[in-house]
């Protein structure tokens, strides 16, 4: 299993980005797939989470509002839709899949396969 995140770069504060997560298979229909970031000097920390029989979970107070998590099942990819972006989002940005269980989590150890993530930077 491949999970290959994409869509991070360089903006300004108060601009939008939308990061993409495309898992290389899936072969349960019960699965979560996370997003998490770890900024400079941090602990990786978990955003949002998507359950393929469960919605959608938010974790981080500081994001909730601005961040939407969504799908394409068809292209096995989520998507972090991150709006009004702030210096304090720049981090690296990693996707996480939950093979065989479809509840949800914010919490590392509970993901089994992870990307390499992506590079945001948020300009002030």
């Known amino acids: 299993v491949q999970v290959v995140e994409s869509g991070g770069g360089l903006v300004e504060a108060g601009e939008t980005l939308r990061l993409a997560c495309v898992v290389s298979?899936?072969?349960?229909?019960?699965?979560?797939i996370a997003w998490f970031r770890q900024g400079p000097g941090k602990e990786r920390e978990g955003l949002s989470c998507?359950?393929?029989?469960?919605?959608?979970?938010y974790y981080l107070n500081s994001v909730k509002g601005r961040f939407t998590i969504s799908n394409d099942t068809a292209k096995n990819t989520v998507y972090l839709h991150m709006n009004s972006l702030k210096p304090e989002d720049t981090a690296v940005y990693y996707c996480a899949l939950r093979a065989r269980s479809a509840l949800c989590s914010e919490y590392v150890p509970f993901y089994d396969y992870w990307g390499k993530g992506t590079l945001v930077t948020v300009s002030s």
């Open positions: 998507r359950s393929s029989k469960y919605g959608n979970s």
């Open positions: 298979e899936i072969d349960s229909d019960e699965h979560a």
